[in-house]
DNA sequence: TAAGCAATATGATATTTTTTCATGTACAAA
DNA sequence: TTTGTACATGAAAAAATATCATATTGCTTA
């Protein structure tokens, strides 16, 4: 049962989600005309028109955008006040939202898949939840508590947040078969050779090969395989993560360049809110992640 | 209406506060018979007892008490929820609460009165809540958002705050009637001759003297008017905002120690969450307020 | 331009939830 | 033991919310 009733918002949202009231009845399990009364009823609390519908076809109106946001918001920190209000029971429940940066589930030294699973087996009712994104958008989410945790190598720090560092991830400079360096013995590859070369770089700009003169237009990435991608066409030189290239079939068309002079690491941290509200699931897999990295490093 | 309806948890916490079942039936405006029920279904729901009653007289639970505390935080949030989305009429209602520290209504450069006289005279629906607190206080539950706006001498700033000069308080050292220096004349008062007598503090060391050697052992009070009070007795020196002396009758009973040498400033803020979710209301106020206090210093 | 259709609104009725009223139970104090 | 207070409970009433059938509306389409 749920301690905090929000039918019109619910209801909101959801006929938001489906686009109009005809496929929110499957997802709330009512009929059409209760969720047409149900939106009137908020309109007529709200005092104003949250949504245009009709033939024309569904529409948020101006504030109704607004109040969607909102909605969403609150039904969040609504469900993890549920959870939070259960968990004295001793049962382990509600919501575990993770963040997590791309390309993690082949960093064999997060131990990410082992402490999910120990988390797993121990007697839970917890829905998971598993976001990709950047670490900007990470530590954004994780502010505002639409994540509970998030895992990547954060490189500045906020107050907000408490930053647990889990992992190294080291990372070499690659380049495509088609790349004239790939055939370039070691021994004549240094940095002012590289500096010829374009190179590509990831967006949130926190894998930057240090001490590496950029010279040329460079091309931008937002994700690994992206990265991968790029490298691959020849064009470009690029840094990637040893064990992304490693894990994958293609490490025979990507090169290494001078390992030996071009290597690097980043850190990895799992981060959470400083001033979380306490969340025996959150504590639990943060418990588990923690010891299983902590084990053998 | 009310967006969010919280029937279990608005009567847990009107129970609470009224101290049983029978006293929250005038609170709530329901029987009693109504009340048990909705206890006992919020304690289904939860899977455990919140409180003892009966006879034997009222008492929470160990995490009837914590439930209690989590369901006032949520409540208030709803409340400020609703708020949010009801100003998007543009009608400015729900909540205002204002945190100050005590002794501010003789400020005179502060104008709290001017602006809240005009902010009150829009038309508007707010519920307002003053609260009087030490800066410490004010500073936690701004971040928790129990409050809106704090107005205190915050010397210690933390990031999630954000802070606005607002006008600077002058504060004088004084000597109740029956004091050793309270014939002395003010030249031969200096650092020197002070060092000698016992001082009495404000609790959150904000209003020191700067520059005084507090040698002997001092008393600590957490308010304006028993600081008046100690010094009063003739024991204590003590420093005490010029304002508040001279608005006040007992004026007469104390004296300033050595104005030219012994006088200093503290600057007074105005305090809001630096990612407040916005509120019509509260933005309004600060506007006010900060209109009020720059028009003539 | 009217018929057809798809999406929502509405009125009457059914169902569920919540409240009250009357009464029962338990326990501390007299 | 009695009494009175504080809460619990069952039945009935009231209120809120749902469904079903049908109306309305505006956009296609012929």
Partial sequence: MKLLRNTLLETFVAVVDSGG?????????????????RI??????????????????FRLTERGEIAYNKARDILRSARDFDAELLELRGITTGDLRIGVIDAVNTLAELKLEKSLKQFLDRPNEVRLEIVVASPTELTQRLITGELHV?????????????????????????????????????????????????????SYNMLDPPNLQLNHPKAIV????????????????????????????????????????????????????????????????????????????
Same sequence: chains 1, 2.
């Fill in 21 to 37: 009231f005809t496929d929110a009845q499957f997802a709330l399990g009512i009929t059409q005309s209760a969720i047409s009364i």
């Fill in 40 to 57: 009137r009823d908020l309109e007529t609390a709200l005092g104003y028109r949250i949504c245009e519908r009709g033939r024309g076809g």
């Fill in 150 to 202: 998030a895992i990547a190598p954060f490189r500045n720090q906020v107050a907000e947040l408490s930053y647990t560092e889990l992992c190294q991830e080291e990372h070499r400079l690659y380049c495509g078969r088609e790349h004239p360096l790939y055939d370039f013995p070691d021994e004549q590859i240094d940095k002012e050779v590289i500096a010829h070369y374009q190179i590509c770089q990831r």
């Fill in 222 to 297: 937002a994700n690994m395989e992206a990265m991968a991608t790029l490298i691959e066409t020849g064009h470009y030189l690029g840094p990637l993560p040893v064990h992304f290239v490693e894990s994958r079939r293609q490490s025979k068309s990507l090169r290494e360049l001078a390992p030996s002079l071009l290597h690097w690491t980043s850190t990895f941290y799992l981060a959470t809110r400083s001033t979380s509200l306490y969340r025996r699931a959150v504590e639990l897999f943060v418990e588990d992640l923690v010891r299983c990295c902590g084990s053998d490093t």
